[in-house]
DNA sequence: ATGTAAATCATACTTTCGGGTGAGCTGCTT
DNA sequence: AAGCAGCTCACCCGAAAGTATGATTTACAT
């Protein structure tokens, strides 16, 4: 969480310096204002989407509603497992959930295993119905 | 598709041109302009993760006529089809499924594989998560 | 009749999942 | 300090799932 924060920020950040680069060493003199502010507006437009597509699948609340899934807190599963329940209710592969959470795939395997464990089930179908009756995931209104 | 371009690029005209009157008539000459730029790039940023998460979450024509028009479920897919999506929502293997509609592995397989086409997804737990969405899959008592 | 859609089954191949095991690191508790 | 739970990662192997293609049969509509 905080990580993947304090990652974008940190990119931000560079985005900004650098354009304050290109900014006073190239284009001030030569491209009007009105035209730089455009692009960097699209620059970051194009920043956003791409950071959105990549998070609309991820754990955070906010992006979680957009996709329709909820994940009720619960003290069988940890955070990180709810994570990654999260990933497969949305249908996403293990690659795909360990992309999102910025871990490896043997991660994910691993944080699965503890699910199907938990939940004594054996393949992420099962979990997902499981997981279901026990109200651990709910569809948002 | 195209109707969505459209409104998003007279979006980002719209807040290009309010950006610029903005710039002019309030803040040109009382804040440095890292500072405006900075404001300007995170604002972008934002819209761009919303107009992405949109973009996104309507991917599929078919969720797309789903806002606007009534459709029948059972139009979509086949009777038979419905069965083996039925068991993969019970969390059930390829093989079950078979064993439980009494045809062979292979017909299982071929049945989610045009499951899988008309959903336009790859994989069972997409399939599920489509499926809901779609209300072809509801939770009973 | 001819075509279309559904259902059935098959073979061959690739990718993904899941099980088992071990291990290092952190943070909290006793 | 020691123990424990949670998170992280790795490797191996077999099973399940998915892809691609082709084929037969039935039923229904043009």
Redesign the pocket.
Known sequence: MIRRALFYGLLLSILLAGLKLVQYYFFSYRIELEFYIGIIAILFLVIGVWAGSKWINSQSPILESLDSITINANELL????M?VLAG?ARG?????I?DC???????V??????I??KLNV??????LAKARKMNLITEKA
């Open positions: 940890s955070e990180r497992e994570d497969i996403q592969s293990n690659q795909e360990a959470l910025f871990v490896s795939l043997n991660t395997k691993t944080h699965i295993s503890n199907y464990m054996s393949r992420r179908t099962q979990a």
